[in-house]
């Protein structure tokens, strides 16, 4: 069992969230932060919300050069990396095409620019991070997890084909990973899995229309949202529990996308 006392986590996302929600987390468990996110004086604000040693680097996860440096600089604040949670990512939904109600022709169809910035962000941005800190912890000798960040959405939800997409996605890195770590004997040392919730009681979700928001609670067997603590918790069992490997673990509260069951 790996110990997170003292043991280093990069968290992309980090300024909100379940990213830091898990940079919480890891500092209460005696770990150390390094803490990314785009917007420095969001990023500044919740490191003072993390008790803990901590690092921060203003990055844009779609820029190659900002991921090296991120990586960089987490071997050079804290000597090594152990945890790799590319959390960051956006939503951008609407309907690949919109049919009017009258005519039955097209009137709408979702943006090229809609659907490649979500791709952008939550493919290409996780991939970057994960490969830039990837190699710092295969050229460091460091033992960890690097962990990705899926959803039920992966499973498919109308109106989010550039979000699902990308969450499909998440949910079969850790299985590819996990064979190429395999083939140059580093399955061992360095994991990868992903995390796939439901709802989460974000405080963005949480300032949704009520209503709608009943209605999605209303869908949920344990009647309530995921609190991002709790997904947190379950990154830090996953990092723990060395048996577990090239795997999703969803965490949704009994949840089945357009069923009860």
């Not at 940079?23 to 468990?29: D, G, I, L, R």
């Not at 033992?143 to 109106?159: D, N, P, V, Y």
């Not at 090239?246 to 089945?256: P, S």
């Amino acid at each position: 069992m790996l110990q997170i006392k003292d043991a280093v986590a990069v968290i992309t996302g980090g300024a909100s969230g379940i990213g830091l929600s898990l940079a919480q987390y890891w500092a209460s468990q005696g770990g150390k932060v390094v803490l990314a996110d785009l917007f420095p004086e969001a990023l500044e604000q919740a490191a003072a919300q993390v008790e803990g040693p901590v690092h921060t680097v203003a990055c844009d996860v779609t820029k190659e050069e900002d991921n090296a440096r991120l990586a960089a600089e987490a071997i050079e604040a804290f000597g090594a990396i152990n945890l790799v949670a590319p959390f960051a990512g956006i939503i951008k939904d609407g309907l690949f095409l919109s049919p009017d109600r009258e005519s039955g022709k097209v009137a709408r169809k979702m943006p090229l620019e809609q659907f490649e910035s979500v791709i952008k962000v939550n493919l290409t941005g996780v991939f970057l991070t994960a490969r830039e800190c990837g190699e710092q912890m295969v050229n460091h000798g460091c033992r960890g997890l690097i962990c990705f960040i899926s959803s039920t959405g992966s499973l498919g939800t109308a109106g989010q084909i550039n979000y699902a997409s990308t969450k499909a996605a998440m949910s079969v890195m850790p299985k590819v990973l996990t064979g190429e770590f395999m083939r140059r004997g580093l399955s061992e040392r360095i994991r990868c899995v992903a995390v796939a919730p439901g709802y989460v009681g974000t405080a963005m979700v949480k300032g949704m229309n009520q209503k709608a928001l009943e209605k999605i609670v209303d869908e949920v067997p344990i009647g309530r949202l995921i609190e991002p603590e709790e997904v947190a918790s379950l990154v830090g069992e996953l990092y723990r529990n060395e048996a577990l490997s090239g795997e999703v673990y969803f965490i949704h509260g009994g949840l089945r996308l357009g069923s009860r069951g």
